[in-house]
């Protein structure tokens, strides 16, 4: 098992609008406040679909660009936590972060 695909799933430190709910800002009070900003998160990456509904993002792999199922696990406070945790944890942060 060598590439990422073949794994169920991976890590990645990135920069997002955290997700409240399915109904989104539009409809979701919660969810037009937390689109106000992005935060830093380490982000579970799924690369294979199950039946389970979760947010996509792009993830962007060997000069591809790639839409993945997700989970946050965790939000960091500051670019300077997320890449100490990133460095002890041999986690790859998807740049930029601003």
Known sequence: MNSLEEKESG???KKIIV???QRGPQRCEKCKQ???E???CLLQIYFKSDEIARPVIEVHKDGKT???E???LKVFKDEKEA???AKKHAI??????D
């Open 66 to 68: 790639q839409w993945y």
């Open 38 to 40: 992005k935060k830093i």
């Open 70 to 72: 997700f989970d946050v």
């Open 34 to 36: 937390m689109a106000a």
């Open 92 to 97: 790859k942060v998807q740049f930029p972060l």
């Open 11 to 13: 890590y990645i430190i």
């Open 83 to 85: 890449k100490t945790y």
């Open 19 to 21: 997700p409240h709910c």
